[in-house]
């Protein structure tokens, strides 16, 4: 089982920069990923980013050319930036942990709410 618990998000001002974290604790297999999505209407999630285990990222559309993923793999933290914010970027920001050792295994953080203010 792994747990994962994001930080960051609340409001921030358009035009600057949304910081998040996230801890992934438990049982931490390798190979693995770790990556950041956004919820939007009918909690369809969209990719950000993912990062793997040896440093190979992936960029989704969202917030594409905007954003930066990086992980530090002693603590099992991912952080991601977005700069530039507006108002599209508004919303639920989940994090996950992909366990790639075994059978394909997807874990979960609960989310942090992002608000844009203008």
């Known amino acids: 089982q792994v747990q994962l618990v994001e930080s960051g998000g609340g409001l921030v001002q358009a035009g600057e920069t949304l910081r998040l974290s996230c801890a992934a604790s438990?049982?931490?297999?390798?190979?693995?990923?770790m990556g950041w999505y956004r919820q939007g209407p009918g909690d369809k999630r969209d990719l950000i980013a993912i990062?793997?285990?040896?440093?190979?990222?992936n960029y989704g559309d969202v917030a594409k050319g905007r954003s930066t993923i990086s992980r530090d793999y002693t603590k099992n933290i991912v952080d991601l930036q977005i700069n530039d914010l507006n108002s599209d970027d508004a919303g639920v920001y989940l994090c996950?942990?992909?366990?790639?050792?075994?059978?394909?295994?997807?874990?979960w953080g609960q989310g942090t709410q992002v608000a844009v203010s203008s």
């Open positions: 996950d942990f992909v366990d790639l050792s075994g059978p394909y295994q997807v874990y």
């Open positions: 438990g049982t931490i297999s390798t190979p693995n990923a």
């Open positions: 990062i793997n285990n040896v440093g190979g990222t």
